[in-house]
């Protein structure tokens, strides 16, 4: 009886004690975004978001010579309001306080920044098929600093023994292996998300993120990534930043207070993606189909946002500028393209665009089929009059044949022949040079699994890689033959590089810790990487292929009176080649030079090529 009354009384003083602290909770400013901006933008526009317990009941004022607050807008939510700010051309960078009255009383004030904007016109020029693209995880990596790999506050500890689970490779790690990176050969990192993902598991892929203004403590700072990108430049490589604009993750700090309830796609219960990119530029394709496609979540743990929603637009292209002109990037990744309302897409890169003119996206349409992939890419032909504006796609159709084309006996429509399909539909595609070529991914068997771990077949495979039309991109590991099966888990694809953990046995970054095959393996693409730097043809220069006979796929690459011929025999056998066929691109040239063993070729008549094996011939008069 006496526990009872006790706890009775305790609740009282409990409910009682709360109740007080909720209504006498202070109205502070918990944070804005963006958390600062820039003069000299194109666009004088800028929203910004306010969250704060009950800051909705202050009216905000702003006194700063250039500035004018145009609107207040409250939201269903009443810890928000999102201000309309206009900056005048003639705005001036400096510190101003934005004050949150109630009547003449000063309730809060929020300190707020304008930089100048960076002019530099080196910055934001984008990438093209001058480089080569180099995806790596970070989580995966390299581990710079141990020191971070368990965060306060951050739910998910380091486990390098959970294949699914974070190993602790971070900005530092990164940043440790730029002369790596150089000395390979590629000119362009794209690290997959480096965002906060702060959820009990999985957190390391790093695409749902839950703050995206801030880079994740277990990966390093804001300010470790900026000074990346700058290290980065010094050294002549280009820095690719992976964005997520479909979905965040849900422990985003607005879980359980949204400022509108059509802030996320919502649903009487939990409702997925069907997953069927290709229903939104389908012109038979049913409503139902449409709205699971784009309204489904993607995950449970991965929130749909709705950019129909014009806060929702403004808060994710206000942030894509936030780190394009903090940072310095070169060019955005953009996940799960077709997962978000793309008349939002098309008006997101028509203001990056109009921000910086030369700067580039490259998109995520995960289809199979060129004309497919070929509506995302800006271009003049869709039907119903879809304007992209995206200036790059993954060419995800030729990573299904990279994939088929080497293990098949070559046939009228298989091997070798599985390629030229692929590349003869360019007709659909505005510019094909703005595709990025790809074996493989973070999200695919690695493509050494799926040649059988046959060191020739891989060979044939970069070599076509780095020759075809297109901008090419490889997946870390690629250059030491790492190995992967996504059936066994997604962590298995996406396994450590060896050396970037300070006790690992071996350290493949350097030529001492790899094997002989990885030597050659590395040598092989280092090389080719290094030569196609040099050689406009191959970067730029026009594609001419022929039909593929004998398993022998031909091709020329030509610019400005340069001229490249890449034979890859994919038959098993050694195969003799008579070079009359290819007559009309010969003509003005008698010999060449070998470029993957650099030996002279004194005629241009008959070639013999080595089974599964590529010849690269750089012509000569
Ligand atoms: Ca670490």
Redesign the pocket.
């Known amino acids: 009886m006496k526990h009872k009354f006790r706890f009775i009384t305790g609740l009282f003083i409990f409910l009682f004690l709360s109740s007080f602290t909720l209504s006498a909770q202070k109205t502070t400013v918990k944070r804005i975004d963006p958390p600062s901006w820039w003069t000299g933008m194109h666009n004088p526009k800028l929203q910004l978001l306010v969250y704060g317990p009950n800051i909705s009941q202050t009216k905000p004022e702003i006194s700063y010579a250039g500035v004018t607050l145009q609107k207040v807008i409250h939201v269903e939510s009443p810890n928000y309001l999102f201000l309309n700010l206009i900056l005048s051309e003639d705005t001036k960078p400096g510190t101003f306080n934005i004050l949150f009255k109630k009547g003449k009383r000063n309730i809060a004030k929020y300190a707020y920044t304008l930089n100048a904007r960076n002019m530099n016109p080196k910055l934001h020029q984008g990438f093209n098929s001058s480089d080569v693209i180099y995806l790596l995880m970070p989580d995966r990596f390299a ?4 020191t ?2 368990n965060m306060p506050g951050m739910l998910e500890k380091a486990n390098v023994k959970d294949p699914n689970g974070r190993h ?3 900005i530092e790690g990164i940043e440790e292996h730029l002369d790596y990176l150089k000395n390979l050969g590629v000119t362009a990192v794209w690290s997959t998300p480096l965002m906060e993902n702060n959820l009990p598991k999985y957190s390391y892929h790093g695409y749902a993120m839950t703050d995206y203004y801030k880079v994740d403590p ?1 990966f390093g700072t804001n300010e470790d990534y900026k000074n990346l990108v700058k290290k980065a430049h010094q050294k002549g490589l280009k820095i690719i930043q992976d964005m997520v604009f479909n979905h965040c993750g849900t422990n985003y700090f607005w879980k359980g207070d949204l400022p509108t309830k059509d802030w996320y796609n919502q649903w009487p219960k939990f409702t997925r993606s069907n997953y069927h990119g290709g229903v939104v530029s389908d012109p038979h394709a049913s409503k139902y189909d449409y709205k699971h496609m784009v309204g489904g979540w993607f995950d449970h743990s991965m929130a749909d946002l709705n950019q129909d929603n014009p806060l929702v637009a403004n808060y994710l292209i206000q942030n894509s500028i936030w780190w394009i002109e903090y940072a310095g990037l070169d060019g955005i990744r953009q996940d799960t393209y077709p997962y978000s309302y793309k008349d939002f897409m098309a008006h997101w890169m028509k203001r990056l665009l109009e921000e910086y003119p030369h700067f580039n996206v490259v998109g995520e349409a995960w289809l199979s089929y060129p004309s497919s992939v070929a509506y995302w890419l800006e271009n003049d032909h869709n039907a119903d009059g879809y304007h992209s504006h995206l200036t790059n796609v993954f060419d995800f159709p030729l990573m299904y044949a990279i994939n088929k084309a080497f293990n098949e006996p070559n046939g009228w429509a298989s091997g070798a022949a599985d390629l030229y399909e692929v590349i003869s539909q360019d007709f659909v595609y505005s510019d094909p040079m703005k595709l990025v070529v790809f074996a493989d991914n973070h999200d695919n068997n690695r493509f050494f699994h799926n040649v059988g771990n046959n060191l020739n077949k891989w060979k044939l495979a970069m070599a076509f890689l780095f020759t075809t039309r297109g901008i090419p991109q490889i997946y870390y590991g690629t250059e030491i033959l790492m190995d992967g099966d996504k059936s066994k888990s997604d962590g298995n694809v996406r396994m450590d590089f060896p050396g970037g953990w300070p006790h690992d046995a071996k350290d493949a970054f350097t030529p001492q810790g790899r094997t002989q095959e990885q030597n050659d393996a590395f040598n092989f693409l280092s090389h080719l990487m290094h030569w196609r730097q040099g050689n406009k043809a191959v970067q730029f220069g026009s594609l001419t292929h022929y039909i593929v006979e004998n398993g022998v796929y031909v091709y020329f690459r030509k610019y400005k009176g340069q001229s490249v011929m890449v034979l890859l025999n994919n038959n098993n056998k050694e195969t003799k080649v008579d070079l009359s066929r290819f007559a009309d691109d010969l003509q003005g040239f008698s010999k060449g030079k070998s470029v993957l063993d650099g030996k002279a070729i004194s005629q241009v008549k008959n070639m013999t090529l080595p089974g599964k094996s590529p010849v690269i011939v750089e012509l000569e008069k």
């Open positions: 581990n710079g600093n141990t971070n790999d602790g490779g971070d277990r």
